[in-house]
């Protein structure tokens, strides 16, 4: 029904700004939640970001905030996640996730989820 496909990853120095696309194939994109999780190795997945479906109101964890913004254009149904000042311990592996009612924190209130795209912070 949704597949999502993140791109943009990859090399980045401290300080520095990347932006991941995640860009989805289906026609309900505007329905769903959309979100950004990220996992480390060895640690568990946790969610970074969520804009929901209707007023697209916009939730942070606390160790981005100020630092990312998420965003959607649903003409052409992607998803964002702008990412500034970052630090090494963003290093992680990226994964856009979409839930048919609302945002939530935890992984299991996700419908779908893209394949992930590594993002490495290091000088």
């Known amino acids: 029904q949704l597949q999502l496909v993140e791109s943009s990853g990859g090399l980045v120095q401290p300080g520095g700004s990347l932006r991941l696309s995640c860009a989805a194939s289906?026609?309900?994109?505007?329905?769903?939640?959309m979100a950004w999780f990220r996992q480390a190795p060895g640690k568990e997945r946790e969610g970074v970001a969520c804009?929901?479906?209707?007023?697209?109101?916009?939730y942070y964890v606390d160790s981005v905030q100020g630092r990312f913004t998420i965003s959607r254009d649903n003409a052409k149904n992607t998803v964002y996640l702008q990412m500034n000042s970052l630090k090494f311990e963003d290093t992680a592996v990226y994964y856009c996730?979409?839930?048919?009612?609302?945002?939530?924190?935890?992984?299991?209130?996700?419908?779908?989820w893209g394949q992930g795209t590594q993002v490495t912070v290091s000088s």
């Open positions: 996730a979409a839930a048919e009612v609302k945002c939530s924190w935890y992984p299991q209130g996700y419908d779908y």
């Open positions: 289906g026609l309900t994109f505007a329905d769903y939640a």
């Open positions: 804009i929901s479906r209707v007023d697209g109101s916009t």
